[in-house]
């Protein structure tokens, strides 16, 4: 029975649509996975010496210290990316098989996933550093199996939590909290997190508690899954209570409101278009490695202006490269009514606008680092409105993947959208700007720079219903291609 | 008012839709009949330029639809899920295919109104997306979509498929008053043979993308197009 079940795995992953691609970029993605292994371990290995030599402190104290915001970054990037088991389960239900084995594959699927291997990569060389460092070889293996009882006790938490975003999201509001008042010094959480995980290390033998609830957790994921094992039930699509909202307000913005009000519903109300706008929150922290002085080789004046571009560009990348795809699940809908492309891409246009200016107010505190990083961010943002939304709308014209909005997968990057037109259009977006700030910076000095940038900014804002008319050409030009490219699901 | 001349589409050297002349007038109710893979939604397909034609061309109202978008206000489909935006319930969506097509909030609710036996209060204010609706139900909010504006060309490809008999009953009647009492001419394909010839005037049967037979719906033609068929079955 096992034999069935890995040989249905083997092919759904060998099978999947994100394998079939050439062997060079397949090549690529190895070299890729590798690469990440290579920073994870190297991280692993070398924090040891990093936090010995730069914070003067016991390594183990420190990474003990962060551990528990290390476990809940960890829980929220699998309750974002981590896919649960038993989704593919449907067709099996049927069969003449045990439910019990079937649940019980499914869970023990998540066990060899790749958010538990990759933490593997760090723990393990960081547990040999400290055995080779003197460290009790005993205590140092009962905080590894501790540590290793821990994630996957994530990893059962999160079959549980799944789909439960308001259990999910009240957890993590309360850790943030934790975490700015640890910041501001006003409350420290890890006074007591830190000395459990210390236990582990003094005390091997507690390390028995986590691998222990870990093993509750996962009986406990089972009988969960087992008693749901109904098509109306745990296998049941989760439906949520729709709201009419007619967004009345939007009127104001005249004919594009048409628009508008459809594509803020498509963000408010699909998965994909919500990492999205997850993942340009990110974005605006982006810019601290550059004015932190986090990484060296960043320290240079016209990173400033590549990380201001970022920090309000976010969203305006994420999404608007993406444009028309998004609208791909309706494409022949849209095709078939009398489209005014001008407002379908004037609302895409204003929505990134917005967006941008949003950031921008986001990242003032940015000021902090002294106020040539604000200033990259301004005119980053006024770079990116005049210029970039253009020329990002203009490559995703040329962009016709799918997406479903539903999910989750491939939100992270799509070697379809890495063409050589996509990829000549990265060059005014991120380049030119540098080299703009360059001229300024070299003729007179950064305030030159950054007003070089800006009014280059301003400069593109004249350009867009130019821009508008040549992507409404491509739009028709590329019509039938596109139609028949949405219509093929993978 | 839908003229198509020497139509053929063409993948890979296989011919899936070769129309010499097939002239619909104004007002009439029209039947494509036809096995899997005949080539009735490429039809549907090619009439609504989401396909590019092999040779030939359709006019719909003497616009050319594979070079002008004109006959877009006129013309409006329902073929499959695909015209149908999952996040949206169905109001939002009738408010949205109705300002595209030009009608405000309260000509959309009229509309609306003359359809609630139709939608047997399935469809409006369940708090539900379209994407959470059953096959039936979004057939019907989509077929319903498809009326509003006031096209003069209605084209549903499949419309009775999924739908219950009482919903296939009314969606008929629906059909029929348009086509008699409006003067739309309404294109419908259908696997079921009885419902095409209760709902069309003319019947064309295709098989393997070409027209086989052309007829006026008359007492005979129900017998007629069951013998075809079950002939089709026994070669």
Redesign the interface.
């Known amino acids: 029975m096992i034999k069935h079940f890995i040989s249905l795995e083997w092919k759904s992953f060998f099978r999947s649509a994100s394998f079939k691609v050439n062997l060079a970029l397949k090549i690529l993605m190895i070299f890729g996975a590798l690469y990440f292994i290579a920073i994870f371990a190297a991280l692993g290995a070398g924090s040891y010496f990093i936090i010995e030599e730069k914070m003067k402190q016991d390594p183990l104290v420190v990474i003990n210290k962060f551990l528990i915001f290390y476990l809940v970054g960890d829980l929220a990037m699998r309750y974002f990316l981590q896919k649960m088991p038993i989704v593919n389960i449907k067709p099996l239900l049927y069969l003449p098989l045990k439910k019990d084995q079937v649940v019980n594959f499914g869970i023990n699927k998540t066990i060899i996933s790749f958010f538990n291997i990759l933490h593997a990569f760090f723990f393990i060389p960081f547990s040999i550093v400290l055995i080779i460092k003197g460290y009790n070889p005993l205590g140092v293996i009962g905080w590894h199996l501790a540590i290793l009882g821990l994630f996957y006790c994530n990893n059962f938490i999160n079959i549980f939590v799944n789909n439960k975003d308001a259990v999910f999201y009240s957890v993590i509001g309360v850790l943030i909290a934790l975490g700015a008042l640890y910041y501001y010094d006003v409350f420290d959480i890890t006074q007591f997190t830190q000395p459990i995980f210390q236990a582990f290390y003094n005390q091997p033998y507690l390390a028995i508690i986590p691998i222990i609830s870990a093993f509750v957790l996962y009986k406990m994921a089972f009988s969960y899954f087992r008693k749901n094992f109904y098509l109306d039930a745990g296998l049941a699509k989760k439906v949520n209570i729709a709201e009419t909202d007619n967004m009345t307000w939007l009127n104001r913005f005249g004919s594009v409101s048409t628009f508008l009000k459809n594509d803020i519903k498509l963000i408010k109300r699909n998965k994909r278009s919500k990492t999205t706008v997850f993942m340009s929150v990110l974005f605006i922290f982006y810019g601290l490695l550059f004015f932190t002085g986090f990484v060296e080789a960043y320290d240079g004046p016209f990173w400033r202006i590549f990380a201001g571009i970022f920090v309000s560009g976010g969203f305006l990348f994420s999404f608007g490269q993406f444009v028309p795809s998004w609208d791909s699940a309706y494409y022949p809908l849209m095709m078939s009514q009398n489209i005014r492309y001008k407002e379908y891409l004037e609302s895409k246009w204003y929505l990134m606008v917005i967006a941008t200016i949003i950031s921008t107010v986001l990242a003032s505190f940015y000021l902090y680092f002294g106020w040539q990083a604000y200033a990259a961010v301004v005119v980053g943002a006024i770079y990116n409105i005049g210029v970039n939304s253009h020329v990002v709308l203009w490559g995703g014209a040329y962009i016709k993947t799918p997406i479903d909005l539903s999910s989750n997968k491939k939100a992270f990057g799509d070697k379809k959208a890495f063409n050589l037109k996509t990829l000549l259009l990265t060059m005014p977006k991120l380049i030119l700007p540098v080299v703009i700030y360059a001229i300024g910076h070299f003729a007179h000095g950064e305030v030159l720079g950054f007003i070089l940038v800006a009014v280059s900014g301003v400069f593109g804002f004249l350009f867009k219903n130019k821009v508008f008319g040549i992507i409404e050409k491509i739009y028709k030009a590329e019509k039938y291609k596109t139609l028949a490219a949405y219509k093929q699901k993978n | 008012m839908i003229t198509t001349s020497n139509l053929s589409k063409t993948y890979n050297d296989v011919t899936v839709l070769n129309i010499e002349n097939l002239d619909i007038p104004k007002g009439q109710s029209f039947g494509l009949v036809g096995n899997n893979g005949a080539g009735k939604t490429t039809y549907f397909s090619l009439l609504?330029?989401?396909?590019?034609p092999t040779t030939g061309h359709i006019k719909n109202n003497n616009v050319l639809v594979s070079e002008s978008?004109d006959w877009?206000?006129f013309?409006?489909?329902f073929?499959?899920e695909?015209?149908?935006?999952?996040?949206?319930?169905p109001?939002?969506y009738f408010?949205?295919?109705g300002?595209?097509?030009g009608q405000n909030?309260e000509q959309v609710d009229a509309l609306l109104a003359q359809f609630e036996d139709f939608f047997h209060d399935e469809i409006l204010?369940?708090?539900?997306?379209l994407?959470?609706l059953s096959k039936g139900n979004q057939k019907k909010a989509g077929i319903v979509a498809a009326l509003i504006g006031n096209p003069e060309v209605i084209i549903l490809d499949e419309p009775f498929a999924n739908l219950d008999p009482t919903t296939q009953i009314r969606l008929k009647g629906i059909i029929k008053d348009l086509a008699q009492t409006k003067g739309v001419t309404v294109l419908v394909s259908s696997h079921d043979l009885m419902h095409v010839t209760d709902v069309c005037e003319r019947i064309v049967v295709l098989e393997k993308g070409e027209v086989i037979k052309d007829l006026a719906t008359s007492e005979a033609t129900l017998k007629e197009l069951e013998a075809h068929f079950s002939g089709v079955a026994e070669v």
Do not use: H, M, V, W
């Open positions: 609504l330029d989401l396909i590019q978008e877009k206000p013309t409006s489909a073929i499959d695909t015209f149908l935006i999952g996040y949206l319930t109001e939002e408010y949205f295919i300002e595209l097509r909030k204010n369940k708090k539900k997306y994407r959470d």
